[in-house]
């Protein structure tokens, strides 16, 4: 079982940056590829971001591809998300959410999930 906790969003004008951090509990995050997703009112969640169990391998969105970096921390159990450039469009709930194995783009492959954090950009 693994518990997953967001944190990090907030207000912030277009152009702006922010980082999301999410920690999980539990001794085996290292064997867990991760994942963050965003949920716009009223639309489906989307991938944003994924990153391999040992962070060697990454892949985005080509939404947020050149503006947002996803990375971890075994050692300390905490992925990260960092927001650069952000739009108006990127307005949100992000969530992270875990894996065994590989690291994937379907919302459907992932088997734990955090509450979410709002991530709202005014222009």
């Known amino acids: 079982q693994v518990q997953l906790v967001e944190s990090g969003g907030g207000l912030v004008q277009a152009g702006g940056s922010l980082r999301l951090s999410c920690a999980a509990s539990g001794r085996t995050f290292r064997n867990y590829a991760m994942g963050w997703f965003r949920q716009a009112p009223g639309k489906e969640r989307k991938f944003v971001a994924t990153?391999?169990?040992?962070?060697?391998?990454?892949f985005y969105a080509d939404s947020v591809k050149g503006r947002f970096t996803i990375s971890r921390d075994n050692a300390k159990n905490t992925v990260y998300l960092q927001m650069n450039s952000l739009k108006p469009e990127d307005t949100a709930v992000y969530s992270c959410?875990?894996?065994?194995?590989?690291?994937?783009?379907?919302?459907?492959?992932?088997?734990?999930w955090g509450q979410g954090t709002q991530v709202t950009v005014s222009s």
């Open positions: 990153i391999s169990s040992s962070g060697g391998y990454a």
């Open positions: 959410a875990a894996r065994s194995g590989s690291y994937s783009l379907s919302v459907y492959d992932y088997d734990y």
